[in-house]
């Protein structure tokens, strides 16, 4: 019987990385962005991957300390840490800019970050950051240098690397016998939830389930022993491994729970996927109609926050320059630049502009810290797009 099962096709999409210094370049790279379900491993992944030199290079844009939200989410997170498994080291897979190691000065921090660019910045303030990505050699390679390590930490992270087995394996060769590691990647529930089609794209190979990670790190020597349900990035998982040899550290019956749970959701079944690809074609007509209407009534639509997830709502719906003036923005690295495929301008962020009634919410999972910001806009009048969990104007 077929192991794969294709449930999605969302078409052709670009890089969601390749912020674009002019409009309408040559050969843009585009690549199509299937979904399939694995029968066995109950894992839900991109058809086919896009090379990794393609996505993390030396002009990475996003920046994780831009959202108030995350940087106050890792401050706590790495509180909670200290407390509770009082690391003498600690390693961050895929450390962006330090907004969560940077908290762990007073013992032997260290980050491992592909990103030129952003190892770059970690370097400078002396975490020492491996500008590599996450493989058997770099383990080794870190291990050989500062000897086991009691906590490893990874952010959004796992998801967006291909090779899940050696993975896994070098994070377990990597920790010291009583070490612990904090996975923290979109939910899979939340995902099929809220109809966030969007957070499947070139970098996102995998968005995980409890049950899909319960059996990709068989034989890895890890296993889970604690989950906490995160509000982040729409429903968010952290989940917490140890090494299957480490008895001193027991098992909480919240794993069994979640997989239960998940179980009874009919998560490890194709028809709730069939389901899922049924709700993302109709929720991408009542987008493209709700878009539609307002430029009938000659409506100006800004985008805010150009976030690489909006990038597979707007190529996906074929939302352009034409229904979008431009977008609004915080992170430098973005600004003066047009979105991936789509081609749309994105400006420096300052108040929305008094002629603007209404704003795409490419930024959906920072809803709240938005809207507290925009109080003035929504108080005369100011109306959000959202297409999470169902297109409307809010
Ligand atoms: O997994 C990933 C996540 C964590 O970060 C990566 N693969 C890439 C990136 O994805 P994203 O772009 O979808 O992430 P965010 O964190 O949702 O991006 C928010 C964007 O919105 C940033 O460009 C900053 C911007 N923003 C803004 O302009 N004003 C955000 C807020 C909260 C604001 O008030």
């Known amino acids: ?44 992944s991109l058809a086919k991957f896009v090379p990794p030199k393609k996505m993390f290079n030396e002009k990475y844009a996003h920046r994780a300390s831009a959202s108030k939200t995350m940087s106050l989410a890792y401050l706590n997170l790495a509180e909670s840490i200290k407390t509770r498994f009082k690391p003498k080291s600690i390693l961050e897979i895929g450390s962006n800019d330090g907004v969560f190691i940077k908290h762990f000065k ?15 910045i970690t370097n400078k ?28 930490y990874s952010a959004n992270t796992i998801s967006h690397i291909h090779n899940l087995n050696e993975t896994f394996k070098a994070i377990n060769y990597t920790l ?18 809220n109809k966030s089609y969007d957070q499947f794209y070139d ?44 008895k001193k550290i027991r098992i909480s019956k919240v794993v069994s729970e979640n997989l239960i749970k998940e179980t009874k959701l009919g998560i490890n079944n194709i028809k709730i996927y069939n389901k899922f690809s049924k709700e993302v074609r109709n929720s991408k007509k009542r987008l493209i109609k709700i878009f539609k209407n307002l430029k009938k009534n ?24 034409k229904y979008i003036d431009y977008f609004l923005d915080t992170t430098p690295t973005k600004i003066g630049k047009f979105t991936p495929g789509t081609h749309i301008p994105i400006l420096k962020y300052k108040k929305i502009p008094d002629d603007i ?16 910001k925009e109080k003035q806009y929504i108080k005369r009048g100011g109306k959000f797009i959202s297409h999470v969990p169902s297109p409307k104007i809010i």
């Open 1 to 44: 019987m077929k192991n794969k099962i294709q449930f999605l096709n969302l078409g052709k999409h670009p890089i969601t990385n390749n912020f674009l210094n002019k409009k309408n370049p040559k050969n843009e790279y585009f690549y199509n962005l299937k979904l399939i379900f694995h029968k066995s491993s109950k894992l839900v």
């Open 298 to 321: 000659k409506e100006k639509i800004i985008g805010y926050g150009a976030t690489y997830k909006s990038s597979t709502v707007l190529n996906f719906c074929n939302l352009d320059n």
């Open 106 to 120: 007073k013992i032997k921090n260290l980050g491992v970050e592909p990103c030129k660019n952003l190892a770059k």
């Open 357 to 372: 009634n209404y704003a795409f919410l490419g930024a959906w999972n920072f809803k709240d810290e938005i809207f507290k």
């Open 125 to 152: 303030v002396g975490i020492k950051t491996y500008d590599e990505f996450w493989t058997n050699k770099t383990a080794k390679k870190i291990v050989r240098q500062n000897g086991k390590i009691d906590v490893i």
């Open 203 to 246: 970098e996102h190979s995998y968005v995980f389930s409890i049950s899909a990670l319960k059996n990709i790190t068989k034989g890895t020597g890890l296993i889970i022993f604690d989950i906490e349900k995160l509000k982040t990035h729409g429903g968010s998982n952290r989940v917490y491994f140890k090494k299957i040899s480490n």
């Open 176 to 193: 010291s016998d009583n070490g612990v590691f904090i996975l923290e990647d979109p939910s899979l529930v939340e995902v099929l939830k």
